[in-house]
């Protein structure tokens, strides 16, 4: 597609419940990351895939937060048990490089999924 | 010494006037510096990126200044709009991290 697809743009869950956002990159790009931002706050890294390599988890929080690429495109990020300090907006990025300042250097981030946990 | 610190929080000018948006970095393996801007409901999208081995790079009426003794780089807005109103993010990357580390972002407001 001509951008990154994230779905579903909101989600509502009650606390307890698991969840599953999707993002979907640009065709070709190697490169995907997740990324929370919190009302006011800044974009939290989550976690890395590049290619076949092992994904870098470093930034998911807790093990309720988990993510897996399917065929090197379609992402899942999948949150157990959630709680209320679980709600934020989850953005996925895509990029051709392999990493940030390699040929464009530049991400290509979706719209979001706006989680709320009630 | 992963953090990127950006200042101010928010931020209130005139139009025509020129906001100016800092970061700060710990890291010195960090080799490229992008900006992004956000609107509402929006995902960030790529304003402008510098590399170290240049102090300013202009593109339009963004312009990136770039301290390296000083480990600092900053956001200029010439001009400023009230199109320009949305949330600006610095971050910092290089080939070793394999990803992009975020400030806190900046929300900018142009008024008429």
């Known amino acids: 597609g001509a951008g990154v697809s994230q779905s579903p743009s909101n989600k509502v869950t009650e606390k307890g419940k698991d969840v599953e956002l999707r993002c979907d990159p640009i065709s070709g790009h190697t490169a995907l990351y997740w990324y929370r931002q919190s009302l006011g706050q800044g974009l939290e890294f989550l976690i890395y895939?590049?290619?076949?390599?092992?994904?870098?988890k470093s930034g998911l929080p807790s093990d309720r937060f988990s993510a897996e690429r399917t065929g090197g495109s379609v992402s899942t990020l999948t949150i157990q048990r959630t709680q209320q300090e679980d709600s934020a907006v989850y953005l996925c990025?895509?990029?051709?490089?392999?990493?940030?300042?390699?040929?464009?250097?530049?991400?290509?981030f979706g719209s979001g999924t706006r989680l709320t946990v009630v | 010494q992963q953090q990127v610190k950006q200042s101010p929080q928010s931020l209130i000018v005139q139009k025509g006037g020129i906001p100016i948006i800092n970061c700060a970095y710990e890291n010195t393996a960090f080799d490229y510096f992008p900006w992004y801007q956000q609107f509402p409901g929006k995902g960030p999208a790529l304003l402008i990126a510098i590399r170290p081995d240049v102090s300013e790079k202009k593109e339009g009426r963004f312009t990136i200044s770039f301290n390296k003794s000083a480990k600092q780089f900053s956001l200029h807005i010439m001009d400023s709009q009230p199109g320009d109103s949305a949330t600006y993010f610095c971050?910092?990357?290089?080939?070793?991290?394999?990803?992009?580390?975020f400030g806190q972002g900046t929300t900018l407001q142009v008024k008429p």
């Open positions: 895939f590049q290619g076949n390599s092992a994904p870098d």
């Open positions: 971050a910092a990357g290089s080939g070793n991290t394999g990803k992009l580390i």
């Open positions: 990025a895509s990029s051709l490089a392999p990493s940030p300042g390699q040929g464009s250097g530049g991400y290509t």
